[in-house]
């Protein structure tokens, strides 16, 4: 398979340093939480949170989305939080918004336990690709409509551990 390079190491590394220093003004000297949504964040999520120096807990959630019946794609829970985010700051920290859906959803659960602010940051944004009514506060990348995989993003579960981001030719 030939994998063309989109975004390498070099520009992963510094975008996300520029992001978590905006992080970190925004919320000067506050604690945050961030949830990681497994498994595509999990390499973003990390290398994020080690560059933010501010009081930070993390969490996990796990979601997949599949096709209903009426092609309607319906999300479905895998692994809940076990961190109470009542009066916390939350940060969602996702791979890739592509139509919004998945985000949608996880917003709307979490904004039902109250946090004290709820804010998306994602690596890589498709906005042309979007169906929901949904703007990430924090987007790394935004990149068009490819199928992309590496640094956490699959094909059939394999590329996650590629240091860069590619596109499948
Ligand atoms: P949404 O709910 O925004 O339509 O889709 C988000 C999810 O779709 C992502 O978390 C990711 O799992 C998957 N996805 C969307 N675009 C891509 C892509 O280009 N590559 C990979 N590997 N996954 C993608």
Avoid: H, W
Wanted: with cysteine.
């Amino acid at each position: 398979m030939n994998i063309k390079t989109l975004i390498d190491e070099k520009k992963i590394e510094n975008r996300i340093k520029e992001v978590a220093k905006q992080i970190e003004n925004d919320y000067s000297n506050e604690e945050i939480v961030i949830i990681c949504i497994l498994k595509g964040a999990a390499f973003f999520a990390t290398d994020l949170a080690k560059r933010i120096n501010l009081p930070v807990t993390v969490d996990f959630m796990k979601v997949s989305s599949y096709e209903g019946t009426e092609s309607t794609k319906k999300i479905d829970f895998k692994l809940d939080i076990s961190t109470d985010i009542s009066n916390k700051n939350v940060i969602i920290v996702e791979d890739i918004v592509d139509t919004g859906r998945t985000l949608t959803y996880l917003k709307d659960y979490l904004n039902s336990k109250n946090p004290k602010s709820l804010k998306i940051c994602t690596m890589l944004d498709k906005k042309e690709r979007r169906e929901f009514d949904l703007n990430p506060e924090y987007v790394c990348f935004e990149i068009p409509d490819k199928f992309v995989i590496g640094y956490g993003l699959d094909y059939d579960e394999k590329y996650r551990n590629l240091p860069y981001i590619g596109y499948i030719e």
